[in-house]
């Protein structure tokens, strides 16, 4: 993932798909990584079919467990049986009445809380003088549960959840205050959506329960360089094996995306994920990455005003001279990417250009923004990752009107940047090549399983048009 992809244009992508696939708008507190907390009846069914599902993928395929390994923060929690633990819960059957949940408000305040548990805010500080307590309890979100042991008025007891798989309790004796940090095993489940689009991409992932992160995820990064998503049409497929975190019997998070296939046109698609030289991405079956190593437009959707030429007469200083870049018309303001991961070669005023940012690439590539409104936050020598917004359009320098004017350069020498063949990406080899193999034989035996499963549903329900039930969805879980 890139570092574009976490934090509020993230979330309000995410927001901006739920609301596509709820077909409503959606309040932006609701939306959490891909789950938002409440479930409905139907939500419930389906986790426990996931469930039994996840335990058979480790019947069937043992070698599936061993992708989960390393792959989040979590992933150390995670256990090898699928059963909930329930020792913790039994050990101290007495204690758990005592506690009263709350839940936390839309914009309410740990302050606010304790008031309305009529507890003095001098508890309160006591509690946020522990260690790590105000990194968690001054950041809390809507829903976030907080819980009390009050007792003669008293708070006896506190307890939050610093993540989902640490539990933070604290005791108050008089003028003694004992924290105790409980670690709650969570366990992943790596589990397989499948679907067909009836009407649109969203509502068909939607309905085979694909949460909006691992959508995003499938459009957004895995295929963004070879789908146009805008153009997915009835009775195209796909098929997603993400992971779902598990605490105690409950699904709190999805996790990572291991592997998706889309088919279109006739033609499939399919990405895995694989870490290699610390680098998280995805590749095809045979270890080519999906990434490119340049995206073609610094702006999604912007129109070429005008072309590369060798030769043309300049607009504002009326000479005839070469046009060595393109022109993207924008308006002002409008985001611009990195074509490509590169190190900042320059920042600043640039003549002619304006406000300007040259990128070096490596393997003799540099790439030339200009006439910007502003910059973002790089500076000379840092790293930027592909995608990342390194200034917004504007019209300083020699300019008619804002746009963006993109130069191109391999060793030196202008190229064209709308066809320039670009450096092919470097496949997987030796050790690597052979991890990878091993990592996604497995995920596309489940999702050729999943799909052939369907396929023959879909049969057997065309057979009989009588069971209703059966023929309800083009998209099952499974
Ligand atoms: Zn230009």
Do not use: C
């Amino acid at each position: 993932m890139t570092p574009s992809d976490s934090g509020p244009e993230r979330r309000e992508r995410l927001k901006t798909l739920r609301e596509a696939a709820l077909g409503r708008p959606v309040l932006a507190h609701h939306i959490a990584d891909g789950f938002n907390g409440r479930w409905s009846r139907r939500q419930w069914v389906q986790a426990s079919l996931f469930a039994t599902i996840a335990a058979l993928v480790t019947a069937i395929v043992p070698g599936f467990g061993d992708l989960q390994a390393g792959s989040t923060p979590l992933a150390r929690h995670s256990m090898s049986l699928p059963l909930p633990p329930l020792a913790l819960r039994a050990s101290k059957p007495t204690a758990e009445h005592e506690w009263h949940v709350v839940r936390v408000q839309s914009g309410q305040t740990l302050g606010a809380v304790f008031q309305q548990m009529s507890i003095p805010a001098s508890t309160m500080h006591r509690i946020l003088e522990q260690p790590g307590a105000k990194t968690t309890l001054t950041r809390l979100g809507t829903g976030a549960e907080l819980a009390f042991d009050v007792s003669g008025g008293v708070l006896r007891r506190f307890r939050y959840d610093r993540d989902p798989a640490h539990r933070v309790e604290v005791a108050l004796h008089g003028d003694r205050i004992v924290q105790q940090v409980i670690e709650r095993p969570t366990e992943l489940r790596s589990v397989v959506s499948s679907g067909e689009i009836d009407s649109s991409l969203y509502a068909a992932a939607r309905k085979a329960g694909l949460p909006a992160s691992a959508i995003a995820t499938m459009t957004d990064e895995i295929f963004k360089y070879d789908i146009d998503f805008s153009g997915a049409k009835k009775g195209d497929r796909f098929s997603v094996v993400y992971d779902q975190i598990w605490r105690e019997g409950e699904l709190v998070d999805s996790g990572d995306v291991r592997a998706a296939t889309f088919t279109t046109g006739g033609k499939t698609y399919s990405g895995f994920r694989f870490e290699h030289a610390g680098k998280v991405g995805y590749y095809t079956a045979e270890g080519k990455p999906l990434k490119k190593s340049f995206i073609r437009m610094p702006i999604p959707y912007a129109r070429v005003t005008s072309g590369f030429t060798t030769a043309r007469k300049h607009p504002i200083l009326g000479r005839t001279r070469a046009h060595q870049g393109v022109d993207y018309g924008a308006g002002s303001g409008t985001p611009i990417m990195a074509a490509g991961d590169a190190r900042v070669q320059f920042v600043g005023w640039k003549g002619g250009y304006g406000r300007t940012v040259i990128l070096d690439h490596g393997r003799g590539h540099t790439t030339l923004y200009a006439h910007m409104s502003r910059f973002a936050k790089y500076t000379v020598g840092q790293r930027v990752a592909q995608g990342s917004v390194i200034g917004y359009v504007g019209s300083t320098g020699l300019a008619t009107g804002p746009h963006l004017h993109y130069e191109f350069r391999v060793n030196g020498v202008h190229r064209n940047p709308l066809n320039v063949t670009m450096p092919p990406p470097e496949l997987l080899q030796g050790a690597a090549l052979v991890a990878f193999r091993a990592q996604s034989a497995p995920a596309l035996a489940r999702i050729e399983e999943v799909e052939g499963l369907l396929r023959n549903n879909a049969r057997i329900a065309s057979r009989q048009p009588a069971t209703s039930g059966a023929t309800s969805g083009t998209a099952k879980k499974v």
